[in-house]
């Protein structure tokens, strides 16, 4: 259990409380409650890690209830997908409920309330209902049918419960006020009639409770101790306590209804209405498409539990709502896949390179690490030939000297083995490359201990041999709208704002054959490109791999070129306001090479801090600091090493940066280099 105030959110201050003012800890019980209408996203998710890191803070049980009170919208799928999703987040519920299991008791306890004169029977058309509540300013009008008598109450509720009349010909009302302020206590709502199987109970029942109704009665039944529901429920509270208020008795514990925000993440949309609409126009593949937000889309795309509770847990629980911004999604996944996804190659976009001095005929088993970032990770072979497939961007025939891949007359190193020189090319008759010659220092192997393996060169790429190479089809994912908030325009829908260019299908890429055998629970981190993993439409002999996100923000700097944002624009604010994080470095900075000892090593720590919150895109433009600035130029390069080792894809400014400080005279500046070189 947590300690400490401070580390407490509001929902979990508020429990703390209750136990300070003597309720007793065995009591607690909390429940997740969704309805079982379509499938979780990622909004259900904050509600799942809520409720069940309750259970787990406090030692105590949390229920599964399905809501499942509408027959014409539930299905025995939603259910199944629900609790998978819940168990692959890895939480265990206490008991598996139904609100349909307390029907007979829901019945019985309504018709309590009609016998005691507070409920009664409403033949009017819903619009006409609607229409007598009034208006927040204005008190509603009584039902010709409010002071109906009991016996006729009775004998019309048992009508309906039998199926004799019409779906929308009755309903039963909670006689209350309907001069209340709060517009729920209008004499809601509690039963209607819907002439349809239900999943689970078939045709037995042909009314069925409304939310309102059902909710905190099933909290009561089941003895939740806190009912935790998003905002909009906030208005329902006092309905929830007048229900309670009608069975309550002394000798049992009454449930306590608390409200925080619903999550709700840019560049997506969070309605089940609007993600059904997604699904049904075929705009998406399905349910578990990687670009929905739902749980089993990201499963699909690649999250992982961990990576889907982290972002729950950086992202917090609040009192009013708000947007979560999508890149801190991407973030927790980066994160979570950085120390656990094994390097692999391949090659999206393959042109043909032949090393003219290696052997024909011969093959090489090369060693490859399989994650820098995890100790004894292990490694695994790759093979080596004379012909090979590299990416066609990282070629070009002629190039400056801030290019650092492959060009003819230079050098580059191929990842784990040799380093090659560019010398000639064969184009088609369209002026097309369509091979590559090189040579190859048949002394550079990486690991092998020679003075020429040794050698630094600027530019490091991934490729493949083309003869072992294996064939798969590769989707790349980007968010599914360009519009930050794609619902909040209006009378604009959100179906105009759809992202063309969601997704990318490469049908001939070329990965290493130690792909070959992969399955659907591994994660990869395709070297220089991003991290994927195996699609369940995958098979042996075709394989498919999905993005699960890029090695970088390339979203955010693609959007930040668009709008001609200044650098200064893409400044993250401090913590608690005042100087950013890169201003910050830039003055611990200034006086770096005035210190020593403790002082020195207190500002690298805080500059390491720092680099935390910092982005590349914040970080390149000092990149160009004056020679003379060296103290800047350290402090940059210490930043920059953290961002590396966070997984930041090296390109040719970075390389000709670091290449700029191990020439550099100043020793401080040359160390740092070495390190991240």
Same mark, same amino acid.
């Given at each position: 259990?947590?300690?400490?105030?401070?580390?407490?959110?509001?929902?979990? /201050?508020?429990?703390?409380?209750?136990?300070?003012?003597?309720?007793?800890?065995?009591?607690?019980?909390?429940?997740?409650?969704?309805?079982?209408?379509?499938?979780? =996203?990622?909004?259900?998710?904050?509600?799942?890690?809520?409720?069940?890191?309750? *259970?787990?803070?406090?030692?105590?049980?949390?229920?599964?209830?399905?809501?499942?009170?509408?027959?014409?919208?539930?299905?025995?799928?939603?259910?199944? &997908?629900?609790?998978?999703?819940?168990?692959?987040?890895?939480?265990?519920?206490?008991?598996?409920?139904?609100?349909?299991?307390?029907?007979?008791?829901?019945?019985?306890?309504?018709?309590?309330?009609?016998?005691?004169?507070?409920?009664?029977?409403?033949?009017?058309?819903?619009?006409?209902?609607?229409?007598?509540? *009034?208006?927040?300013?204005?008190?509603?009008?009584?039902?010709? =049918?409010?002071?109906?008598?009991?016996?006729?109450?009775?004998?019309?509720?048992?009508?309906?419960?039998? *199926?004799?009349?019409?779906?929308?010909?009755?309903?039963?009302?909670?006689?209350?006020?309907?001069?209340?302020?709060?517009?729920?206590?209008?004499?809601?709502?509690?039963?209607?009639?819907?002439?349809?199987?239900?999943?689970?109970?078939?045709?037995?029942?042909?009314?069925?409770?409304?939310?309102?109704?059902?909710?905190?009665?099933?909290?009561?039944?089941?003895?939740? &101790? =806190?009912?935790?529901?998003?905002?909009?429920?906030? &208005?329902?509270?006092?309905?929830?306590?007048?229900?309670?208020? $009608?069975?309550?008795?002394?000798?049992?514990?009454?449930?306590?209804?608390?409200?925080?925000?619903?999550?709700?993440?840019?560049?997506?949309?969070?309605?089940?209405?609007?993600?059904?609409?997604?699904?049904?126009? !075929?705009?998406?593949?399905?349910?578990?498409?990687?670009?929905?937000?739902?749980?089993?889309?990201?499963?699909?795309?690649?999250?992982?539990?961990?990576?889907?509770?982290?972002?729950?847990?950086?992202?917090?629980?609040?009192?009013?709502?708000?947007?979560?911004?999508?890149?801190?999604?991407?973030?927790?996944?980066?994160?979570?896949?950085?120390?656990?996804?094994?390097r692999a190659m391949a090659v999206l976009d393959?042109?043909?390179?032949?090393?003219?001095?290696?052997?024909?005929?011969?093959?090489?088993?090369?060693?490859?690490?399989?994650?820098?970032?995890?100790?004894?990770?292990?490694?695994?072979?790759?093979?080596?030939?004379?012909?090979?497939?590299?990416?066609?961007?990282?070629?070009?025939?002629?190039?400056?000297?801030?290019?650092?891949?492959?060009?003819?007359?230079?050098?580059?190193?191929?990842?784990?083995?040799?380093?090659?020189?560019?010398?000639?090319?064969?184009?088609?008759?369209?002026?097309?490359?369509?091979?590559?010659?090189?040579?190859?220092?048949?002394?550079?192997?990486?690991?092998?201990?020679?003075?020429?393996?040794?050698?630094?060169?600027?530019?490091?790429?991934?490729?493949?041999?083309?003869?072992?190479?294996?064939?798969?089809?590769?989707?790349?994912?980007?968010?599914?709208f360009l519009d930050e908030a794609p619902d909040?325009?209006?009378?604009?829908?959100?179906?105009?704002?759809?992202?063309?260019?969601?997704?990318?299908?490469? !049908?001939?890429?070329?990965?290493?054959?130690?792909?070959?055998?992969?399955?659907?629970?591994?994660?990869?981190?395709?070297?220089?490109?991003?991290?994927?993993?195996?699609?369940?439409?995958?098979?042996?002999? =075709?394989?498919?791999?999905?993005?699960?996100?890029?090695?970088?923000?390339?979203?955010?700097?693609? /959007?930040?070129?668009?709008?001609? $944002?200044?650098?200064?624009?893409? /400044?993250?604010?401090?913590?608690?306001?005042?100087?950013?994080?890169?201003?910050?470095?830039?003055?611990?900075?200034?006086?770096?090479?005035?210190?020593?000892?403790?002082?020195?090593?207190?500002?690298?720590?805080?500059?390491?801090?720092?680099?935390?919150?910092?982005?590349?895109?914040?970080?390149?433009?000092?990149?160009?600091?004056?020679?003379?600035?060296?103290?800047?130029?350290?402090?940059?390069?210490?930043?920059?090493?953290?961002?590396?080792?966070?997984?930041?894809?090296?390109?040719?400014?970075?390389?000709?940066?670091?290449?700029?400080?191990?020439?550099?005279?100043?020793?401080?500046?040359?160390?740092?280099?070495?390190?991240?070189?």
């Open positions: 259990m947590k300690e400490g105030s401070d580390s407490l959110n509001f929902i979990e /201050q508020i429990i703390s409380e209750d136990l300070k003012s003597g309720m007793d800890k065995n009591v607690l019980r909390f429940r997740f409650p969704p309805e079982p209408n379509g499938y979780l =996203h990622i909004g259900h998710a904050a509600s799942i890690c809520l409720n069940f890191g309750l *259970g787990e803070d406090y030692q105590s049980p949390v229920n599964l209830r399905f809501d499942d009170t509408n027959p014409s919208k539930e299905e025995q799928e939603f259910v199944d &997908s629900i609790k998978s999703d819940i168990e692959w987040l890895g939480f265990e519920w206490a008991k598996e409920c139904y609100t349909s299991d307390y029907f007979q008791e829901l019945y019985d306890w309504a018709v309590e309330l009609i016998k005691k004169g507070k409920a009664y029977i409403d033949g009017q058309s819903p619009e006409l209902i609607a229409e007598q509540k *009034g208006t927040p300013t204005e008190p509603g009008k009584p039902s010709p =049918h409010r002071d109906r008598p009991v016996e006729e109450n009775l004998e019309l509720f048992e009508k309906m419960k039998n *199926g004799e009349f019409e779906a929308g010909s009755y309903v039963l009302r909670a006689k209350i006020d309907m001069a209340s302020p709060n517009m729920l206590m209008r004499d809601p709502l509690m039963y209607r009639i819907i002439n349809k199987a239900h999943h689970r109970t078939g045709t037995d029942w042909c009314i069925y409770p409304m939310y309102d109704w059902a909710h905190g009665q099933s909290d009561y039944i089941e003895q939740v &101790s =806190h009912s935790l529901c998003t905002l909009e429920f906030k &208005s329902h509270r006092e309905l929830y306590d007048w229900f309670l208020d $009608q069975i309550y008795d002394e000798n049992k514990l009454r449930p306590k209804q608390r409200e925080f925000a619903r999550r709700n993440l840019s560049y997506t949309v969070m309605s089940k209405r609007k993600l059904l609409e997604l699904v049904q126009s !075929k705009t998406v593949a399905g349910w578990d498409d990687p670009r929905m937000p739902t749980i089993s889309g990201l499963r699909r795309r690649g999250y992982t539990p961990e990576s889907i509770r982290k972002f729950s847990e950086i992202s917090g629980i609040s009192k009013r709502d708000s947007v979560t911004d999508v890149s801190l999604l991407e973030y927790a996944i980066r994160e979570d896949l950085n120390k656990k996804a094994t393959p042109v043909k390179l032949v090393i003219t001095n290696y052997p024909e005929g011969k093959t090489e088993m090369l060693e490859a690490e399989n994650n820098p970032e995890m100790e004894n990770s292990g490694v695994h072979e790759v093979p080596f030939s004379r012909e090979l497939y590299i990416e066609k961007d990282d070629f070009k025939e002629e190039a400056g000297n801030k290019y650092f891949r492959l060009t003819l007359g230079k050098e580059v190193r191929l990842k784990n083995a040799y380093i090659i020189k560019g010398e000639s090319v064969d184009k088609d008759e369209n002026g097309n490359i369509t091979t590559i010659y090189c040579t190859a220092d048949l002394d550079s192997r990486s690991g092998s201990g020679t003075e020429a393996s040794m050698r630094k060169v600027k530019g490091t790429l991934h490729w493949v041999s083309i003869e072992h190479a294996v064939k798969a089809e590769v989707r790349e994912y980007d968010r599914l909040a325009h209006g009378q604009k829908s959100f179906m105009e704002f759809i992202n063309p260019d969601s997704l990318k299908i490469t !049908k001939e890429a070329y990965l290493e054959p130690f792909l070959a055998s992969s399955s659907m629970d591994d994660k990869f981190q395709f070297q220089r490109v991003g991290y994927f993993t195996l699609d369940k439409d995958s098979s042996k002999d =075709h394989l498919i791999f999905n993005k699960t996100v890029g090695l970088k923000d390339s979203w955010a700097k693609s /959007q930040s070129k668009d709008q001609n $944002q200044a650098p200064k624009q893409n /400044q993250a604010p401090a913590k608690g306001g005042g100087r950013s994080p890169i201003n910050e470095l830039q003055k611990i900075s200034k006086k770096y090479t005035n210190l020593s000892g403790n002082k020195l090593e207190t500002a690298r720590n805080s500059i390491v801090k720092l680099a935390e919150d910092i982005s590349y895109e914040e970080l390149e433009p000092l990149f160009g600091t004056a020679k003379k600035k060296v103290g800047t130029r350290i402090g940059v390069t210490i930043a920059l090493g953290v961002l590396l080792n966070k997984g930041l894809e090296r390109n040719d400014a970075i390389n000709e940066f670091i290449q700029a400080g191990l020439e550099d005279d100043n020793d401080l500046l040359k160390e740092e280099a070495n390190t991240i070189q």
